[in-house]
């Protein structure tokens, strides 16, 4: 426990250093780095299952869908990223298919194609929805506060669970994908991640764009914690299917990269959307 709180704290300090003291575009590849990170681990889990995906090519892929809809848009005199993205989704889906007739086995070729377009979607793709926040208000900064309460509200459902199970848990939630989880931990979980959803944008109210008041923060903190909770399950039969505890190693108490972003996966364009569309209604 005692490793888990300080590598919380080191990384909560260089999100801040990040966010807050070096700019947007620090934020950006600080989330870069994390997908990137994440996507490797992803491909080494499907390794273990016995598959064989393009490992290094899927992250360079990843990594371009991260940050070229950002930069695209900082040269642009108008929004593009959307339009960038699908464009590269499709380049991608190109540039994989021609792959894999000089890199596989023909028994093999399909196999790749699946697992290695599964690793740019289900982590890149859904992990740039993330650098999409940034830019969705119109003011990077005001951005910068939605992607920190998505995080928070995130992250902190897994905090709360954790400490909310292991002093009330007694009926497991899943007991073949995760033992441990329980559904008084999960209750616990979404109960602060309400709490701390409208405490930061109550707190912080004039740093957050407009449309997002303490009532929305309230009150859209519920899916965040439910679908982080989902998410994290679902990082749990990844890992099963593996026979891996962690995902990696890299984190001290935590365990890989994989482990600290799996409650952002599902949450990131959920996320997006719901306050994409609180925007355009107001």
Avoid at 102 to 127: H, N
Wanted: proline share 5%; with cysteine.
């Amino acid at each position: 426990m005692g490793k888990r709180i300080l590598s919380t704290l080191i990384l909560w300090t260089i999100t801040v250093v990040c966010f807050f003291v070096i700019g947007p575009d620090a934020a950006v590849w600080l989330l870069a780095c994390l997908s990137v990170a994440t996507q490797y681990e992803f491909y080494g889990l499907l390794e273990r299952m016995g598959r064989h995906p393009f490992k290094k090519f899927g992250v360079f892929l990843g990594l371009i869908i991260i940050l070229v809809p950002y930069y695209a848009n900082k040269l642009s005199d108008s929004p593009i990223a959307g339009g960038i993205q699908s464009g590269i989704i499709a380049v991608t889906i190109v540039a994989c298919c021609v792959r894999i007739f000089r890199e596989r086995k023909v028994d093999q070729r399909v196999e790749t194609l699946s697992v290695t377009l599964l690793g740019i979607i289900y982590v890149p793709f859904m992990l740039n929805y993330l650098v999409r926040l940034i830019e969705l208000p119109g003011d990077p900064e005001k951005g910068l506060m939605l992607v920190v309460w998505l995080i928070v509200t995130a992250k902190f459902t897994d905090v709360g669970a954790l400490l909310s199970g292991k002093a009330f848990g007694c009926h497991p939630m899943s007991p073949v994908t995760s033992p441990k989880k329980t559904w008084e931990g999960a209750i616990g979980g979404c109960i602060i991640s309400v709490g701390l959803g409208f405490t930061l944008s109550y707190l912080a109210r004039d740093a957050f764009p407009a449309f997002f008041t303490p009532l929305w923060g309230t009150f859209l903190a519920l899916p965040m914690a439910i679908l982080s909770i989902v998410s994290d399950l679902v990082e749990s039969m990844i890992k099963r299917m593996a026979a891996q505890k962690d995902s990696g190693s890299s984190i001290p108490g935590i365990g890989g990269a994989f482990d600290l972003t799996d409650s952002l996966i599902l949450t990131a364009p959920t996320g997006y959307l719901l306050l994409g569309l609180l925007a355009l209604g107001n």
